[in-house]
C-alpha cells in the first residue's frame, strides 16, 4: 500500500483522548491529528518521538491530519487501524499470501456473523469461502522476557473475541475462517497473544482453534512511503 500523498515528519507531543494527538512539525506548527487506533498504543506514545502524519483530504473531517506512523527504539510502525485490511486485501490478490491463494473472487466489509462484517472474504469455487479477519498488531515490549515478540491485544478486547467466536461459526457452516495478524512493523521474531493483558481473548483463541479456525502472521515493511507486507511469522500459540 503505497500512501497517495507524502507524509509530513513530527514529534509527538501526546496522545489523549484515544484518537486525538498533538504533534509538533519540523516547522515548528503545532496541530492535532486525528488518531485511528482505539488500542493502548503501548510503546509508540512516548513524548517527543518520531511520528509521521497524511493530510486529510476529506472535506467533512474536522482535523487536517492523520497519525500513520509512530517510532519505537528506531523503528517504524503502522498505527492506522483502517489501513491493515487494504495491505492484506492487496497482498491477497497480488499473490503474495500463499496460504490465501486459491479463490474465485474477493470482497472486503461483508455482512456476516450477529451484526458483523468479515473484514475480507474470499469466495471460493466450490462455493467454500474463506472469511479472513484482519487484526492491526503494533505491540512489541523489549523489557519483556520475550523482547522480540509481536504480540496481541495490546488492550482487553471484547469485541476481538467476539470475531473469534464467530470465525468458528463458519467453520462449523463448512467454510473455511482465517485469523490474520498483520505486524505493522518490521523488528520482531515471531508472534504470540499478550494473556497477561487480555486472558480472556486468549481463551476465546483457544476455542477457536480447536473448532478449527486457522491463524495466519505477516510482518511488514514499513517506511513513509509505503507499508508493504513482507514475510510470515512464526506463531507461538498458548
Known amino acids: 500500500m503505497t500512501f497517495d500523498t507524502a507524509l509530513t515528519e513530527g514529534r509527538l507531543i501526546k496522545r489523549y483522548k484515544r484518537f486525538l494527538a498533538d504533534v509538533e512539525l519540523d516547522n515548528g506548527e503545532i496541530v492535532t491529528a486525528h488518531c485511528a487506533n482505539s488500542g493502548s498504543m503501548m510503546g509508540l506514545k512516548e513524548s517527543g518521538s518520531t511520528v509521521y502524519l497524511s493530510p486529510n483530504t476529506n472535506p467533512k473531517a474536522k482535523l487536517d491530519w492523520r497519525w500513520e506512523i509512530a517510532?519505537?527504539?528506531?523503528?517504524?510502525?503502522?498505527?492506522?487501524t483502517s489501513r491493515p485490511n487494504a495491505i492484506v486485501a492487496q497482498a491477497i490478490e497480488?499473490?503474495?499470501?500463499?496460504e490465501l491463494a486459491d479463490f474465485e473472487s474477493l470482497k472486503r466489509e461483508v455482512k456476516y456473523g450477529q451484526n458483523s462484517r468479515i473484514d475480507i472474504l474470499l469466495y471460493g469455487r466450490d462455493g467454500r469461502n474463506t472469511y479472513v479477519e484482519?487484526?492491526?498488531?503494533t505491540l512489541r515490549r523489549p523489557d519483556q522476557a520475550d523482547p522480540e515478540a509481536a504480540e496481541f491485544p495490546d488492550a482487553v478486547t471484547a469485541r476481538g473475541a467476539k470475531h473469534l467466536n464467530e470465525l468458528s461459526d463458519m467453520?462449523?457452516?463448512?467454510?473455511?475462517?482465517?485469523?490474520?495478524y498483520l505486524v505493522q512493523r518490521g523488528d520482531c521474531t515471531h508472534f504470540r497473544l499478550a494473556e497477561d493483558i487480555d486472558p480472556e481473548y486468549t481463551s476465546a483463541f483457544k476455542r477457536a482453534r480447536n473448532r478449527g479456525v486457522e491463524v495466519l502472521c505477516y510482518?511488514?515493511?514499513v517506511t513513509p512511503t509505503e507499508i508493504r507486507l513482507r514475510n510470515p511469522l512464526s506463531i507461538i500459540e498458548p
Do not use: E, P, T, Y
Open 71 to 80: 517510532s519505537q527504539d528506531g523503528n517504524l510502525v503502522g498505527i492506522n
Open 94 to 98: 497480488d499473490g503474495a499470501i500463499s
Open 134 to 137: 484482519v487484526k492491526n498488531v
Open 171 to 180: 467453520v462449523d457452516q463448512g467454510h473455511r475462517a482465517v485469523m490474520f
Open 219 to 221: 510482518d511488514c515493511d
